[in-house]
């Protein structure tokens, strides 16, 4: 079996991920969806000779002794790709994932325009959140890439691996890997606000060590951008004080309140023409009232609301970007109703029953 063959098809039919398993044939997950494009199986020793192909003598290693790694590769004239080589029944297995050799940008990605004033912050934490594979890396990517296109700064991001690659434009970029640039992810933290950051990319925040790095840099004057594994804006608040024990927690309230940005969420959904996915989103903005909810938690409760009637702060939730995007013909009924909110709320709103804030996000 050729690789290569195999991830130029990937990427022509404008595939997400790769799977390769032994006693399957390969399978390719398009707009969402899982497609076998082979009807011959990968043998076992198929798959560890890709494995030990693609993967140094040091990753090697750590494969050996971890049972599984996650790495990237890049292929001259196609693309990058991010791999996850790891054991199922005592086989090898690979994933891969399709990185675009450039970041697009906020508008290509069909991302809301408030993204843009968010990347214009000087200070201040911006979380974006969704399950894995909804677009958070993405994101991120298009709005360092609008930094760097817009402003004089110093990015420093860490990653594990790195996915997308960036050229210094107005700002100068140093990307950091964990295993061959620096020794681990908390290690790097611990270092990087000597390094002389405005911007700060953690490609993921993990545990409560990784979230008081986040929240002292943006205490302190730089501009961090992170994402989390939760569904919207009201699970990350929850989520990022559960990381704290109970005496602890107003006390993170408090600096949430002072350094939160914003949070973006997101979903992928399949488009009705069939071209790809389109974003749905949800995007909190931390105004007067979220900060007020924020500090206080019987209000926290009333964020959703406040997302709802927010229109005029560019905010919005899940379900307002869904309807619109029913309403302008780009997704399905059936794509929109299995991933709104709340179902009946969603079907009276379509018979016209709408709030003025869902007629003001429409326009």
């Known amino acids: 079996m050729e690789l290569k063959a195999l991830l130029e098809k990937m990427v022509k039919d404008g595939a997400s991920d790769l799977h390769l398993k032994a006693g399957t044939p390969p399978v390719l997950r398009i707009n969402g969806k899982l497609i076998v494009i082979k009807d011959e199986p990968v043998s076992p020793e198929e798959l560890r000779k890709i494995a030990v192909k693609i993967m140094s003598k040091d990753q090697q290693h750590e494969f050996s002794v971890r049972k599984e790694i996650d790495f990237a590769i890049g292929v001259a004239g196609l693309s990058r790709f991010r791999v996850n080589v790891y054991l199922q029944r005592g086989s090898v297995a690979i994933a891969m994932r399709t990185i675009p050799i450039s970041a697009q940008n906020i508008d290509e990605l069909n991302l809301p325009p408030a993204l843009k004033d968010l990347a214009n912050k000087v200070r201040g934490l911006i979380l974006c959140t969704g399950t894995t594979g909804s677009g958070k890396s993405t994101t991120l990517a298009s709005m360092i890439e609008y930094i760097n296109e817009n402003s004089a700064k110093h990015i420093i991001t860490v990653e594990d691996p ?141 964020i959703p609301t406040a997302i709802e009637e927010g229109s005029q702060y560019q905010m919005h939730t899940f379900d307002q970007s869904i309807m619109k995007l029913y309403k302008d013909g780009i997704i399905s009924f059936d794509d929109a109703a299995q991933s709104v909110t709340n179902i009946d709320e969603f079907k009276l709103k379509l018979r016209g029953i709408e709030s003025s804030s869902d007629e003001m996000f429409g326009d």
Do not use: C, W
């Open 162 to 302: 790195i996915e997308y690659l960036f050229r210094d434009k107005k700002s100068i970029i140093s990307q950091r890997e964990v295993g061959n640039d620096t020794e681990s992810y908390a290690n790097a933290l611990k270092y990087v606000l000597r390094q002389d950051p405005d911007v700060i990319l953690m490609g993921e925040i993990r545990d409560a060590q990784t979230m008081d790095v986040a929240i002292k840099a943006a205490d302190t004057g730089h501009l961090v951008l992170s994402t989390l594994h939760t569904l919207n804006a009201s699970e990350t608040i929850n989520r990022i004080i559960s990381f704290y024990p109970p005496h602890q927690q107003q006390h993170i309230r408090v600096l949430l309140a002072t350094t939160l940005n914003g949070v973006i969420s997101l979903r992928l959904l399949p488009r009705i023409d069939g071209k790809g996915r389109m974003p749905a989103t949800e995007v909190m903005i931390n105004t007067a009232t979220i900060k007020e909810y924020l500090l206080d938690p019987v209000k926290t409760l009333l």
